[in-house]
């Protein structure tokens, strides 16, 4: 076998094999689709498609669900928190690997140590204080919150970003004039631009999907998000398998139409610091 039809072979088991595990991948997917286009005698059906296929229980969602006021409550908390996220990592990243100020280390290593600690144990913590504050059914007593979480994680990404930065970019600058805001802003943030591409996205997504902290502090239907809707459609005594996964595939919809818009540049993120030197 010559090299060429080798070099063709090991691609075409290589896509081969990339198809199948897309296509396991998809199951998941399509069942959420399928089970919210049936319907209800054919809700427990185990195929994967049945037929007829009805969009009652997505009339049924959105008919009983403010959806729009839903929608744009999920979108202020997750566009704030990914702004407050994207703005804070990159200051304390650029300050840590750059200027390298003094205790920057000793407060790195104490937001390390945050990613250690599990969300169901500061629920409690943070219940009581988001009460004392008057901050419950408010969007700041999620945004916060949300931004705390995911500023450690957003920092190291950021961080190792820049510390692989040449420095000699950002001693030039020193020399040309620039102070510490015109180096971050004209240099440190073109450098790592894919690295907040990946960020941006990331966060979105973590955010959007964020059921456990918005169900404690969102108690008025007003203010409630898109994850809190599918449980007025699950109970002990009460389902509604076609509706439950109608208000799912709604929430997917958003992630999946950002996902296929940026997935270039969110791989190209995540893969940016792979290869050093």
Not at 143 to 168: C, H, Q, T, W
Not at 239 to 251: E, K, Q, R, S, T
Request: a positive charge.
């Amino acid at each position: 076998m010559t090299p060429l039809a080798r070099s063709r072979l090991r691609s075409t088991v290589i896509h081969l094999v990339l198809f199948i595990v897309l296509g396991f991948w998809m199951i998941p997917q399509v069942y959420m689709l399928s089970i919210g286009l049936r319907t209800p005698a054919q809700a427990f059906d185990a195929a994967l498609f049945t037929w007829p296929v009805t969009f009652d229980n997505f009339v049924t969602v959105i008919r009983d669900n403010p959806l729009g006021g839903i929608f744009l409550n999920s979108l202020i908390v997750t566009v704030a928190t990914v702004a407050i996220v994207v703005a804070v990592a990159s200051l304390f990243a650029f300050a840590c690997a750059i200027l390298r100020l003094r205790g920057s280390l000793f407060l790195y290593t104490t937001l390390l140590t945050t990613l250690m600690v599990p969300l169901a144990s500061m629920v409690l913590p943070l219940a009581i204080l988001l009460k004392n504050f008057g901050w419950v059914n408010t969007y700041i007593g999620l945004i916060l919150p949300y931004a705390a979480l995911g500023v450690p994680f957003a920092m190291v990404i950021l961080k190792s970003f820049l510390e692989d930065a040449p420095r000699e970019l950002f001693e030039a600058a020193r020399v040309d004039g620039c102070n510490a805001w015109q180096t971050y802003w004209h240099v440190a943030l073109p450098l790592v631009r894919p690295a907040l591409v990946f960020v941006t996205i990331w966060q979105f997504i973590v955010t959007w999907n964020e059921f456990f902290l918005a169900l404690i502090v969102l108690t008025k239907a007003e203010m409630k998000t898109l994850t809190i809707v599918p449980m007025q459609y699950s109970g002990l005594y009460m389902a509604n398998p076609g509706a439950l996964f109608a208000v799912l595939a709604l929430i997917a919809l958003p992630l999946i139409l950002l996902y296929v818009l940026v997935q270039r540049a969110f791989v190209r993120g995540l893969l940016a610091g792979a290869v050093k030197g």
